[in-house]
């Protein structure tokens, strides 16, 4: 299994290379750059501004002193908050989005796989019909519209919770958590439900039932076991998911995360900015697939690493 | 395999528990904070727009971080709630009879945050940082009316001890300008011109500005900032004024999203909002008038024409297009708040100044859009024959509802057919900046200073803020005349006369002067609206 991871990690070079040279040469083609603003400053200040970025220089230059300071784990200054190097910008956003995405995605597995489970043994029922009608309405409803409809009943309306915020107590995160969570909760109960019904008519369930297994045993032991397997390939795409939908939910919310730079960054041209977190998430993405292969491997013998 | 599993789900328990306790924590420990406060403590929660750039008083740029940097550092002189000059780290100074040598006296009371006193050779450091060329300063270009300034800014000049400023001693300041500005003593309240305290500087670099590492001189200081989550300022034990001071702290909180800042004040999270959205005017109207404050802000929005291409290098058909419009139906029905229809470009109540409208202001609009129909002809276009041209503006609901509506207007009139083009906001600067495809396009100004000269200058031939390829001669003779006058009415004058050459020509249509609108708490006492926006924190009470 290590040389499997190492070899994941080994493949995970090239991709990263291939990222940021992307990134970095599609952000120089947007029209305009950092120091582009309404109240246009004169021509020999912005010729300051840029040397001091050293933006003087051709691009391949640019691009290649780039490469070298990234390699020694400099991202360089942020044009648009000139207080704070990308590095320092990164590291105090992502505790908070780490934070934030860890909760999301603890709640959707625990909550998403229990309710699909019960949905799953009462097929059919009452109980059944209710969790899927709200997973269904969880799916669709894009957390853009579900973030501001939580704040203004639980926060304006109800005045139970903060409606934005960070840091200031655990009530602040509730509703972000709860905003993030909730299209994750609802497609994980689907397919816990329905990979749970296929498991329950399995041949060996039947066998386990005909053994006298108490089928609390049964269902704990077996069936969740190997019901969990689409769970578990499909946490790689939710944590994508996580990450891309916090950048629209600490927005709303008001949350110091990285997702805002990245938007940020993009629309103030802050070419250094944008480049770390590409860098960061891109590291990120290759990390949780390479996770979820592990953990696949230790629930599915029939896969096998090497 | 079993155990695996065990591992894992125990794996993620205890990550899950893990965040729990750390956010437990954080709760336990805002908890004991707020033993330790007594709870009279009297907090100001403002709202402040998009995070700041940066703290540095020489290298911010853009609304929120003036605000803070307003309430942390000071300048020799300040501002009342008002918005009038009175002295600040200078306790008074002395014009020479020219109108170009200032003489400073800084206050022996005056002190940095870390007990050191402030003196003027703070000052000359500062100043010569904001013209350096390698500190990269947006807002050096405010300072060119120093001596040498602008030569050292464009790197003609390599040494700063040629800019017009001098420490006579520990407490006399000497300003040398190249000409009479009267607008000097206002514009040295921006934060370009605020001391900074070199020793700091020097020792942490860009770092210089964090909480841990600050030196300033204001009414509060800085002691937390989370980016994107809240800066925290706490009253300055060391300010000279500080009795007066009534404030125990300032939290600004960073609000990117004008939605999600009104949610915050009405859940009484904020007491002082940055701005409101516009699309929830008509319902804070109905349903908070009481706690809506609008006031007319010094900036003018306007439709520019480029001049250098056909079709609206005609005079005539640039003159037709600004008077078709009708800006009163646009501030009754598109922009809601109290904007103020606009004829002219300098706001009307800059200081030092009369107003300077367009000539079809006495007109109404049935005589407006009559004349401009003959203009439109004249120019050789006709209902059957109709001008086709496009309107730029960049990607945003406001903009877009506005130019929608002045579209149409172009359309009733002339029959004109518009095409509304809408471009990403740096797209859309790069493209009117080059004048090449750009034909008619909208913009913006806010004054920098209290002085028609902020609004004028723009139009310069050799300004770089002049989209419009404006290019009179005479206006910028007229101008250059008025940097030079020492007669405050004959350079009233002189200035009143270049607005009118600049109207004349009809290089923009002005539609709107900018008024400031925000939500304020009825508890929040002691501040006044000016048309700068200044308000200083340090005026004002929390009378919860």
């Known amino acids: 299994m290590f040389s499997f991871i190492l070899k994941r990690l080994a493949g995970a070079i090239p991709t990263l290379f291939i990222i940021v040279t992307l990134a970095f040469f599609l952000i120089r083609t947007a029209p305009g750059g950092p120091f582009d603003k309404e109240r246009t400053i004169p021509p020999e200040v912005e010729a300051n501004l840029n040397a001091v970025y050293h933006l003087d220089k051709p691009l391949y230059e640019q691009y290649a002193h780039y490469l070298v300071n990234v390699l020694q784990g400099d ?232 | 395999m079993n155990k695996k599993i065990v591992v894992l789900l125990l794996l993620i328990v205890a990550v899950a528990a893990g965040i729990f306790f750390y956010m437990k924590k954080e709760d336990e420990k805002v908890a004991e904070e707020k033993v330790v406060t007594p709870t009279k403590e009297m907090v100001f929660n403002r709202g402040n727009g998009a995070e700041p750039g940066s703290l540095d008083p020489q290298i911010s740029e853009g609304v929120p971080s003036s605000h803070i940097i307003r309430d942390t550092f000071e300048g020799l002189t300040a501002e009342f709630t008002d918005g009038s000059i009175i002295p600040g780290q200078a306790e008074s100074w002395t014009i020479s009879e020219d109108g170009t040598t200032f003489t400073f006296k800084i206050r022996s009371n005056a002190v940095w945050s870390n007990g050191d006193p402030v003196t003027a050779h703070d000052f000359v450091y500062a100043w010569q940082r904001a013209v350096d060329p390698a500190t990269g300063s947006e807002y050096s270009f405010l300072l060119y009316p120093l001596q040498n300034a602008q030569a050292i800014a464009n790197g003609e000049e390599k040494d700063l001890a040629q800019l017009g400023v001098k420490a006579l001693d520990d407490k006399t300041l000497e300003v040398q300008l190249e000409g009479p500005a009267p607008y000097f003593l206002g514009m040295i309240t921006h934060s370009v011109a605020y001391p900074v305290h070199k020793a700091t500087v020097e020792a942490h670099g860009e770092a210089w500005t964090r909480p841990e590492n600050i030196v300033s001189n204001g009414a509060f200081n800085v002691t937390e900032w989370t980016p994107q989550s809240r800066i925290v300022a706490v009253k300055s034990d060391t300010y000279w004024d500080k009795d007066s001071v009534k404030l125990d702290k300032v939290v600004y909180y960073p609000t990117e999203s004008t939605t999600t800042e009104l949610k915050r004040y009405r859940a009484g999270e904020l007491d002082w909002t940055y701005e409101v959205p516009n699309d929830q005017i008509n319902w804070i109207k109905e349903n908070m008038a009481d706690e809506f404050h609008v006031s007319n802000y010094l900036g003018t929005y306007y439709y520019g024409f480029n001049m250098t291409k056909p079709p609206f290098n005609d005079p005539k058909l640039r003159k037709a297009f600004t008077m078709a419009i009708d800006r009163d139906i646009l501030t009754t029905n598109i922009v809601t708040a109290g904007e103020v229809p606009a004829y002219a470009f300098v706001v009307p109540g800059v200081t030092a100044y009369d107003a300077v409208y367009a000539d079809f202001n006495g007109m109404t609009q049935a005589e407006r859009e009559a004349e401009a129909l003959k203009l439109y002809e004249e120019a050789g276009y006709s209902k059957d024959k109709p001008l086709e041209m496009e309107l730029r503006y960049n990607t945003n609901d406001n903009h877009k509802k506005i130019a929608i509506a002045v579209s149409s207007m172009w359309k009733k009139v002339f029959g004109a057919k518009v095409n509304l083009v809408n471009e990403e906001w740096k797209v859309y600067l790069e493209t009117r900046k080059q004048k090449e495809v750009t034909q008619a396009f909208r913009a913006g100004w806010i004054g920098d200073y209290n002085d028609p000269n902020t609004f004028l200058e723009l139009w310069l031939s050799d300004s770089g803020l002049n989209d419009t390829g404006f290019n009179n001669p005479e206006f910028d003779s007229l101008l250059k005349q008025a940097s030079l006058e020492q007669d405050a009415a004959k350079r009233k004058e002189l200035l009143m006369k270049a607005e009118g050459i600049f109207l004349e020509a009809n290089a923009v249509a002005p539609i709107y002067h900018y008024v400031t609108k925000r939500m304020v708490k009825p508890y929040v006492k002691g501040w006044q609206s000016n048309v700068m926006d200044h308000i200083r924190s340090q005026y004002i009470t929390v009378e919860k």
């Open chain 1, 75 to 306: 991202f360089g200054p942020s044009f648009q908050y000139r207080d704070f190097s990308v590095t320092d910008l990164i590291g105090s956003g992502f505790p908070v989005s780490l934070t934030l995405g860890l909760t999301a995605i603890f709640f959707a597995i625990t909550i998403g796989m229990s309710l699909g489970a019960i949905a799953a043994l009462r097929q059919n029922s009452l109980i059944d019909y209710a969790v899927m009608a709200t997973a269904m309405t969880g799916i669709t409803i894009p957390n853009f519209v579900m973030a501001p409809l939580l704040t203004l009943v639980f926060g304006v309306y109800l005045g139970m919770l903060p409606v934005g915020g960070w840091g200031d107590g655990m009530s602040q995160a509730i509703l972000p958590v709860v905003a993030l969570a909730l299209p994750q909760i609802a497609y994980i109960a689907r397919l816990t439900r329905g990979s749970m019904i296929e498991v329950l008519r399995s041949n060996f369930v039947r066998t386990a039932r005909a053994k006298g297994l108490p089928e609390r045993v049964m269902l704990t032991r077996h069936a969740m076991k190997a019901a969990m397997l689409p769970v578990v390939s499909y946490l790689g795409p939710a944590s994508a998911a996580i990450i891309t939908g916090s950048v629209v939910v600490e927005q709303i919310f008001g949350i110091p995360g990285i997702g805002r730079y990245f938007v940020q960054g993009a629309l103030n041209r802050d070419y250094t900015l944008v480049m770390g977190v590409v860098i960061f998430y891109g590291t990120l993405i290759i990390l949780f697939n390479l996770i979820v292969d592990i953990v696949y491997g230790m629930l599915d013998p029939k896969v096998r690493m090497g």
